[in-house]
């Protein structure tokens, strides 16, 4: 190492630190410390590499006192240099009171205040709050609303909310991160801290229109999401987690939720994570002429059932011209697996017209006048051990319908990709694999591969906005040609 150029050496510590677990507080045993107390040498090219210092974890727990903390912002924001630093705050698995709470003492209060507006916090480029423990997110805005954040681009903010009906009087002010274009939220299932009324202090806290990717999975009801959808003018990318909870909410709020169609025209990539059946109205008087990506996770659905082939048709038709769809299903561990009505057999193919059983007479179009320019087309089973013949059948049903199939003109200009992901619980079942290969005619074969592609690190990746690892992503570089 001492023979190395100390560009070159540089290069390698900010290669090392990325592997360290992000979870972890700045520590004298993990980079960029550690390389300060091996040499001289090593501490100055440590000093002098700005890059080593731009990503900074704050460990919050009882037993690190505020003062502690100060020092450490002190320390990297004198060696950070012009690079716009990354801050995280991280509650120790151990802490059992919220980081910020309305009960708090006037000075509890101003200490929070200082650590979150340090001139290094509110000079970042990225704020993330990883397992929070918040009394009411609100609480958390009001104290990041009293200095602006010039930089800011990304904000992350995930963890428990223990409530929310309260504390409106303690609102000081909107957030002024003029460049915010990256906001992820995740909420506990359990809470209600998001009221769908439109003076809600929440949204008041960002600038919406701003805003290029979403991530949500805000536990409040389908008027609230429509208002959400209503303000973020200037979105590309957004991705919509909805739990068992709004299955109730959506039925009720459905019908009064109609309006006027709304164009997004800047959206391009959508991520819809569904946990009940009726996916009907979540795009009701939308349409996305731009979107080319949907991504579709139907995964603990309400007692296993899914989406059935109406309901999937009407969420398309708000994204016509889409040139890769992708739809997984999963099956709730402990239950006997329902697959989706529309993939369980012949019966609900006939004719490509009719819907789930006959006494339904409503029509549904072909895949191919919903989505006349789609390319890739990827079917996902999740945790299906045990039930391997049982998916193989569905996938030749699928192959073989007239819902599929009917309706494309097919050149070489013009082909389309299908591929199945299959995940048998970690067990590859060759002989099932091979007897799906000897069943589908010759101009019909399609792969199967026993593979995951939608999972947390290609989710964690994609809301980090870099590309997945190729053999992670969703696409696959194998397929067959329709």
Request: glycine share 4%; net charge neutral; with cysteine.
């Amino acid at each position: 190492m001492q023979s190395l150029p100390r560009e070159l050496v540089s290069e390698i510590f900010v290669a090392c630190q990325s592997w360290r677990n992000p979870e972890h507080g700045p520590s004298p045993l993990h980079p960029p410390l550690l390389f300060c107390q091996i040499c001289s040498s090593w501490r100055t090219i440590a000093i002098n590499t700005p890059q080593l210092w731009a990503n900074l974890t704050i460990l919050l727990c009882s037993n690190w006192s505020n003062w502690k903390h100060a020092r450490i912002l002190e320390l990297w924001s004198l060696r950070q240099g012009a690079v716009l630093a990354t801050i995280t705050f991280c509650q120790h698995p151990r802490a059992s009171s919220p980081m910020i709470n309305p009960d708090s003492s006037h000075d509890e209060f101003v200490s929070s205040k200082r650590l979150f507006t340090h001139p290094l916090v509110t000079s970042a480029r990225a704020i993330f709050f990883h397992r929070a423990k918040f009394a009411d997110v609100r609480l958390l805005l009001d104290i990041l609303s009293y200095t602006p954040f010039p930089h800011l681009e990304d904000m992350v903010i995930t963890g428990c909310f223990e409530n929310g009906e309260a504390h409106h009087d303690k609102s000081r002010g909107s957030l002024q991160p003029y460049k915010l274009k990256r906001l992820f939220f995740a909420f506990n299932r359990g809470a209600r801290i998001i009221s769908m009324l439109p003076e809600d202090r929440f949204w008041f806290s960002f600038d919406w229109a701003r805003l290029t990717h979403l991530s949500a999975n805000l536990p409040s009801a389908l008027a609230t999401w429509r208002l959400l959808l209503h303000k973020c003018t200037s979105l590309t990318h957004f991705l919509i987690k909805f739990d068992s909870g709004f299955h109730e909410i959506f039925s009720s709020d459905s019908e009064r939720c109609k309006s006027d169609i709304i164009h997004r025209e800047m959206v391009q990539e959508i991520i819809l994570d569904v946990s009940f059946p009726n996916i009907t109205p979540i795009f009701d008087g939308f349409i996305f002429p731009s979107a080319t990506k949907l991504r579709i996770s139907l995964g603990g659905a309400v007692n296993g059932e899914n989406p059935d082939l109406l309901s999937l048709s009407r969420v398309l038709s708000s994204t016509p011209n889409l040139q890769e769809l992708h739809t997984q299903f999963c099956f709730p561990t402990g239950q006997h697996p329902k697959l989706p009505q529309f993939l369980r057999g012949h019966r609900y193919w006939e004719f490509g017209s009719t819907f789930s059983h006959p006494e339904h007479v409503e029509p549904v179009p072909f895949l191919s006048s919903l989505l006349p320019e789609l390319k890739v087309l990827v079917f996902d089973y999740i945790n299906a051990k045990g039930q391997a013949e049982s998916c193989i059948q569905d996938l030749i049903s699928i192959l073989q319908s007239e819902w599929l199939q009917k309706g494309w003109t097919t050149t070489p200009e013009t082909g389309r990709f299908i591929q199945f992901f299959v995940d048998f619980g970690g067990h590859r079942v060759t002989s099932s694999l091979d007897a799906f290969n000897n069943k589908i005619d010759a101009n019909f074969r399609y792969p199967v591969f026993p593979f995951r592609p939608m999972c947390n690190s290609v989710t964690v990746a994609w809301w980090r906005w870099e590309e997945p690892d190729p053999e992670n992503a969703w696409t696959h570089p194998r397929g067959w040609i329709l």
